[in-house]
């Protein structure tokens, strides 16, 4: 889970994954999650206590996620020789924070597995899923990326629809969970019609456009709720030719 805030003084550098050294790039921006993966000479500062940390940086320790805000490069290098005492922070650093793993950034809801309410025809599906569809399971919507807004990178993933057949994300202020069509709508007002995905021969999409923007979100500290709306022929359980796959929860950073 991401901790608090922690924002870069100097340059924070992020190891290059599954790499013991990496040929040195300029400092980009980063605002993301990042895992504190050693102690050691980067100088931090606590967004919300002001207190600054460099090396063994209590209470936060190695293993713990933290959302890191600064100016990152994926090269390693080490601390200077300490200068009066002092570390020389205009020179390299010790790699300390590294990008945390591809976690889903959004908390799923509204299930048609009977936790959510009974689905519309007794088309309930497994744990996860939205409510059954003509494939006989549920379709699921999940998240990669992160819920940053000023990185602007999360994408919506939808696998278990009705291959071939389109999609519609739709994006919701608040949640209920409402049986329409074959399905369980989760979206309480309002809500915005967004991106039109295609499902491949899987059954299974990614959206491609800024949600952000697509869905007018305002920005960091509002939390919208997303729902993916598919077809399904009249083959579906219920005969509607539409259904739902599960909703998620996006708490914008």
């Not at 890191?68 to 994926?74: I, L, T, Y």
């Not at 497994?126 to 379709?139: I, P, R, T, V």
């Not at 309002?190 to 995905?197: A, K, L, S």
Request: contains cysteine.
């Amino acid at each position: 889970m991401i901790q608090r805030t922690i924002r870069g003084l100097v340059t924070v550098c992020l190891a290059a994954l599954g790499a013991a050294t990496a040929p040195a790039q300029q400092p980009f921006a980063y605002d993301g999650c990042g895992v504190i993966i050693d102690d050691g000479c980067t100088k931090l500062v606590d967004d919300l206590t002001g207190e600054e940390y460099t090396g063994d940086f209590a209470p936060y320790q190695v293993g713990d996620h933290v959302h890191v805000v600064g100016w990152a490069s994926f090269s390693l290098f080490f601390c200077p020789p300490p200068i009066d005492g002092e570390f020389d922070h205009g020179g390299g650093f010790i790699s300390l924070i590294e990008p945390c793993p591809n976690p889903d950034p959004t908390t799923p809801f509204c299930f048609g597995d009977g936790s959510s309410g009974a689905c519309p025809c007794a088309n309930a599906a497994a744990a996860g899923e939205g409510c059954a569809n003509s494939q006989g399971h549920g379709a699921i919507l999940s998240g990669s990326g992160s819920a940053s807004f000023a990185a602007d990178d999360l994408v919506l993933h939808v696998e278990q629809g009705r291959p071939f057949q389109p999609t519609h994300l739709l994006q919701g202020n608040g949640q209920m969970a409402l049986p329409y069509r074959d399905g369980i709508y989760c979206l309480a007002s309002p809500t915005v019609r967004m991106e039109v995905v295609i499902l491949d021969a899987n059954g299974a999409g990614s959206t491609a456009n800024s949600i952000a923007t697509d869905g007018l979100v305002p920005g960091p500290g509002v939390t919208r709720h997303y729902q993916l709306w598919y077809r399904d022929p009249v083959i579906a359980p219920c005969g509607t030719g539409s259904n739902f796959t599960n909703a998620v929860t996006v708490t914008w950073m």
